[in-house]
């Protein structure tokens, strides 16, 4: 299967000096490049030579990749359009990329900016490398896309990158929480172990029998688990958090009037439902204004 470069394009309200800054200069481009940590310009043997520099991408603590760049130059059209391009790699085998090209492209348009960039790599370890591939390449080309519009809302309000990969961050943190609390509520005490409490209580609320609430238990256990998985599709998410702050005080009251011994047990219903619709109201909050790669084309006149 033949590999398509990655192509990345946003819209900035700004003028492209203003555009040509944060992006040139790396002690700015650093803050914004999710693809890196650090970038730290070589110092040029001539004025003529062409821009050097290296980078670290830290991966997780006490893990980072360090490699070279080099600025192959810049060609700006008598439209003012300026093009940048890109030569890069890493000797580093912990990293999939081997060595690549690429370039940035600004298209001025009025008041506006249209900030592009395409870029292709090689791979390292044959066909392994390419199967991985496979999963790294969207992976890097969201991260280039969510790096673009982190720059743009900096640009256009002000609003330092840290704290918006912050929110973006802590988000998806409460979103991944959500996710594996429905899944093993769902699986471990239902699925698995239908729990007697969760039986007991259940026949309380209900007119089931004992074997019938038995089965109902387990699938109100897979309906949890469903829960837990739809919380990892981005679209759904604010839908279930506004769903859950309605829900967790319900299933808090009810599970306190089929067992009032749970709201004294410790680590009990009561703490858990209330830190959770604490934390799906957090969550709420936080969606105002959340970077995403979804406002960047991510195909070449698409």
Same mark, same amino acid.
């Not at 893990?63 to 360090?66: C, I, K, P, R």
């Not at 209330?274 to 109201?281: D, H, M, V």
């Not at 959340?290 to 698409?302: D, Q, S, V």
């Given at each position: 299967?033949k @590999?398509? %470069? *990655?192509?990345?394009e946003?819209v *900035?309200d700004?003028s492209?000096?203003?555009?040509w800054h944060y992006?040139? !200069?790396?002690?700015?481009?650093?803050?914004?490049?999710?693809?890196?940590?650090s970038?730290?310009?070589?110092?040029?043997?001539?004025e003529? /030579?062409p821009?050097?520099?290296?980078?670290?991408t830290?991966v997780m603590?006490g893990?980072? #990749?360090?490699g070279?760049?080099?600025? @192959?130059g810049?060609?700006?059209?008598a439209?003012?359009v300026k093009?940048?391009s890109?030569?890069?790699?890493? %000797?580093?085998?912990i990293?999939p990329? @081997?060595?690549g090209?690429?370039?940035?492209?600004? *298209?001025p348009?009025?008041d506006?900016v249209?900030? $592009?960039? !395409? +870029?292709?790599?090689d791979?390292?370890?044959?066909?392994?490398?390419q199967?991985f591939d496979?999963?790294?390449?969207p992976?890097i080309?969201w991260?280039?896309?969510l790096?673009?519009?982190? =720059?743009?809302?900096w640009?256009?309000?002000g609003?330092?990158?840290?704290?918006?990969?912050?929110?973006?961050f802590?988000? +998806?943190?409460?979103?991944? =929480?959500?996710?594996? &609390?429905?899944m093993? !509520?769902?699986?471990?005490?239902?699925?698995?172990?239908?729990h007697? =409490?969760?039986?007991?209580m259940?026949?309380?609320?209900?007119?089931?029998?004992?074997? !019938?609430?038995?089965?109902?238990?387990?699938?109100?256990g897979?309906?949890?688990?469903? *829960?837990?998985?739809l919380?990892?599709v %981005?679209?759904?998410q604010?839908l279930?958090?506004?769903?859950?702050?309605?829900?967790? %005080?319900l299933?808090t009251?009810?599970?306190?009037i089929?067992?009032p011994? #749970?709201a004294t047990?410790?680590?009990?219903?009561?703490?858990?439902n209330?830190?959770?619709?604490?934390?799906?109201?957090i969550?709420?909050l936080l &969606?105002?204004e $959340?970077?995403? /790669?979804?406002?960047?084309?991510?195909?070449?006149?698409?």
């Open positions: 299967m @590999k398509k %470069p *990655i192509y990345v946003t *900035i700004s492209i000096e203003e555009v992006t040139q !200069q790396p002690d700015l481009h650093e803050q914004w490049d999710l693809r890196f940590t970038i730290t310009y070589i110092e040029k043997q001539h003529d /030579a821009q050097t520099f290296t980078y670290t830290k603590p893990l980072s #990749v360090a070279w760049g080099e600025s @192959k810049t060609h700006e059209k439209s003012g093009t940048s890109l030569h890069f790699g890493t %000797p580093q085998l990293s990329i @081997k060595e090209r690429g370039y940035w492209q600004y *298209i348009n009025g506006h249209t900030f $592009l960039t !395409q +870029y292709d790599y791979v390292r370890f044959g066909q392994l490398g199967l496979q999963l790294f390449r992976v080309g991260a280039t896309a790096s673009f519009n982190v =720059l743009a809302r640009i256009e309000s609003e330092k990158p840290a704290t918006q990969y912050r929110r973006f802590s988000y +998806y943190l409460l979103c991944f =929480l959500f996710s594996f &609390t429905w093993y !509520q769902g699986l471990v005490p239902k699925v698995l172990m239908k007697p =409490l969760e039986i007991d259940l026949m309380k609320l209900s007119p089931l029998s004992l074997g !019938q609430a038995s089965t109902a238990i387990i699938w109100i897979v309906l949890e688990m469903m *829960i837990g998985l919380f990892l %981005p679209k759904l604010q279930l958090l506004k769903a859950q702050i309605v829900l967790f %005080p299933l009251l009810s599970a306190i089929a067992a011994t #749970v047990a410790p680590f009990n219903v009561v703490t858990l209330i830190g959770l619709w604490f934390a799906s109201i969550a709420l &969606t105002k $959340l970077p995403t /790669a979804r406002f960047c084309k991510r195909k070449r006149g698409a």
